[in-house]
């Protein structure tokens, strides 16, 4: 365990002990009073649109130009109908395709970049890094016109193939090496000589040694890299051609029609849409909290 795994241990331990060991009782002033009222309210902000999204999925369509927050006359007929009258369940596919093909490439290229740029000497290195570093200030739509352009000349952007054009520009990024750089720091140098001394090749260090110290590391990258790919719009509708390789949110923009929203179908597909993303939350909420509290360290 590194130095910064165990530090990032020791703090949750702290904090869920303070979550979970009953303290004294606070005397009540209007300074705690405002503390809590104000994060009462941030917290219906941040449900208030998620709750007000399941409620209009179970809506009848005549209900939606209704005042009402809460359905009259629940039902499941929207959930059937974007089931069974629309791409849903490829868009679906091609979401999480993609969104999982992009996460693995980025957990083992960005890893294995950061790992080479921390733990060898050779020459030309920095500005290497301070070249990759210089790509975060490029803006995603000036890059949009030479992705298209490569995916035209490679075929990227017709058949199967479109699947490929849609993943290449995120097969590694600039951030993650740059994350995992400098949690390589962690990991001692001697443990990887020592490792040289057994005979293991450098890849071999890399994947067996290296790797199983940055797993909070690796965690958190993948998590958020794949909420990233999830929510993509902006790139998978300038070079998927048909509507079958359309993913979830390019796939519910096509029930906004010029005169008519289908607003229930809408709310659907995005209540089905936020499953995975819950389900990653939930499943890996250690691991999340274990990588901000390892970046905040390593800050």
Do not use: H
């Amino acid at each position: 365990m590194t130095v910064l795994d165990s530090s990032a241990d020791r703090t949750l331990e702290a904090a869920e002990r303070l979550v979970q060991t009953p303290g004294p009782r606070r005397a009540w002033s209007w300074d705690l009073a405002l503390v809590y009222l104000l994060l009462t309210l941030g917290a219906i902000v941040m449900v208030a649109p998620f709750l007000w999204m399941l409620l209009t999925s179970i809506k009848p369509a005549p209900e939606l130009v209704q005042f009402s927050f809460l359905p009259q006359n629940p039902t499941l007929e929207n959930y059937a109908k974007v089931l069974t009258t629309s791409n849903f369940g490829r868009w679906y596919f091609n979401s999480l395709f993609i969104a999982t093909i992009s996460t693995l490439s980025v957990a083992f290229f960005d890893s294995l970049v950061g790992y080479t740029l921390n733990k060898f000497e050779f020459p030309g290195k920095n500005i290497i890094f301070m070249g990759i570093l210089a790509t975060l200030m490029i803006p995603t739509e000036m890059l949009i016109i030479p992705w298209f352009n490569m995916s035209v000349q490679f075929g990227w952007n017709a058949g199967n193939a479109q699947y490929w054009g849609i993943v290449f520009p995120g097969i590694i990024t600039a951030v993650g090496i740059f994350l995992m750089r400098q949690f390589f720091d962690g990991v001692p140098n001697e443990l990887l000589d020592a490792a040289r001394i057994d005979g293991v090749n450098e890849f071999g260090i890399f994947w067996r040694v290296a790797m199983p110290l940055v797993k909070p590391a690796i965690a958190a990258l993948c998590i958020f890299n794949f909420i990233g790919n999830w929510n993509a719009y902006l790139w998978p509708l300038i070079i998927a051609s048909g509507r079958e390789f359309y993913t979830l949110p390019v796939g519910l923009s096509t029930f906004i029609g010029e005169s008519t929203t289908a607003w229930e179908k809408i709310m659907t597909g995005a209540s089905l849409a936020t499953i995975p993303l819950l389900l990653i939350f939930i499943i890996f909420q250690r691991q999340i909290i274990k990588g901000i509290a390892l970046t905040g360290l390593k800050g």
